[in-house]
């Protein structure tokens, strides 16, 4: 109840195929207030995914109480929502108590949305059991993390992969943002193929780089190194640990890593400036000599050309600059905005010279 005040509820922000007229009882989130001339403007929501929240807060007391907390929620307005719960009290089904008896509670907010079908999903600190958790009702059979980009592979049965997918990609979409992760969909066939591809590249990566026999890259690779670079940075008594070496075979494998990273930079920075690439990118605090040949092969050359770019442009997995390199799009925005702070400082610069005039 607004009392005196009017809201305005627009059309994006109706669920599918609702229609109101002025004056009819709505319920509704309230996602922001603003200050325009003719007065505090308020704007509501129906299909904002904090409003299938609060709908449960009023219809389940132990969300309210703070016993049962809301984690996260994803929603395809009018169509479908994931909605991850945990419980602070070891007795409290967080699930069941937002179910209700025979479907009371979940219900009575379905019947508010128009009939989205909500998943409730129970939320766990391990990543890995919420994703899983996550794309229910699929059953998974792996999944691969990596912390690094934020990525999980998921391998299902074949008779599973329609399922989590979902109807135009929606079960795997409302999972990713329930999660925060991207989530690669894969049958159990895909996945073994694409790990033996990985296993293969890594040992044969391991043999030219090393110079070793395909023994010793098979035990490294199964260890889960990924990179020479891993090896450089790795403690002599770990590798030594591994069955079959000892402190003076790790010790080699070690200085040939180091051996090949420096032949491999030195090359690197040659090619480096044969294209023209300036050295103030080179110098960007993350930014490799590899990747600053990437760069300047992608007609990226100077602080400038590199500021235009987004870190998207930097990372995306099918056409971004430096997608072969390890990076996060957080650590990629950051590279674009080191490349940008020159223009602050040029802003600045401008700004003392006309006070002094």
């Known amino acids: ?40 403007q308020i704007f509501l929501s129906r ?22 907390e809301i984690k996260a929620v994803a929603r395809d307005p009018g169509s479908r929502a994931k909605f991850a719960v945990t419980s602070n009290d070891p ?9 209700g008896m025979r479907g009371a509670r979940v219900q009575a907010v379905v019947n508010e949305l128009q009939g989205e079908k909500i998943d409730i999903i129970p939320w766990s600190p391990d990543q890995a059991s919420f994703i899983v958790n996550a794309l229910a009702p699929a ?29 135009r990609g929606q079960n795997v979409r409302l999972a990713t943002q329930l999660s925060g992760w991207d989530i690669d969909i894969l049958t159990e066939e ?21 110079d070793v026999d395909e023994t010793i890259a098979q035990l490294l690779t199964t260890e889960g190194f990924t990179s020479i670079d891993e090896l450089t940075f790795t403690e002599v008594s770990e590798i030594a640990e591994i069955e079959g070496f000892d402190e003076e075979v790790a010790e080699e494998l070690i200085r040939r890593a180091q051996e090949f990273i420096e032949s491999f930079n030195k090359e690197m920075e040659e090619k480096f400036h044969e294209l023209g690439v300036s050295e103030d990118i080179g110098n960007i ?10 760069l300047g092969e992608a007609d990226v050359k100077t602080l400038d050309d590199l500021a235009d770019l987004s870190g998207d442009e930097l990372v995306n997995a099918e056409d971004g600059i430096l997608k072969a390199f390890p990076l996060t799009l957080d650590q990629a925005n950051e590279i674009v905005m080191a490349a940008r702070a020159h223009w602050f400082e040029e802003e600045e610069s401008e700004g003392d010279n006309t006070e002094t005039s």
Do not use: W
């Not at 195929?17 to 309230?30: C, H, P, S, V, W």
């Not at 059953?139 to 109807?167: C, F, H, W, Y």
């Not at 605090?285 to 990437?294: D, L």
């Open 1 to 40: 109840d607004l009392g005196k005040a009017d809201a305005v509820v627009r059309r994006d922000e109706l669920l599918p195929r609702e229609t109101f007229r002025q004056g009819d009882r709505i319920r509704a989130y309230i996602f922001d207030v603003r200050r325009e001339q003719r007065g505090p």
């Open 47 to 68: 299909s904002h995914p904090q409003f299938m929240a609060k709908l449960f807060t009023q219809e389940v007391p132990e969300i309210y109480d703070g016993v049962i």
């Open 91 to 99: 007795s409290v089904d967080p699930v069941g108590a937002c179910v």
């Open 139 to 167: 059953e998974v059979a792996k999944g691969v993390l990596d912390e690094e980009t934020n990525r999980m592979e998921v391998g299902v049965p074949d008779d599973q992969l329609s399922l989590a997918i979902g109807r």
């Open 190 to 210: 895909e996945e073994s193929n694409r790990r033996q591809a990985e296993f293969v590249e890594r040992t044969n990566n391991f043999m030219q780089a090393l």
């Open 285 to 294: 605090e993350g930014m490799t000599p590899a990747m600053s040949v990437a």
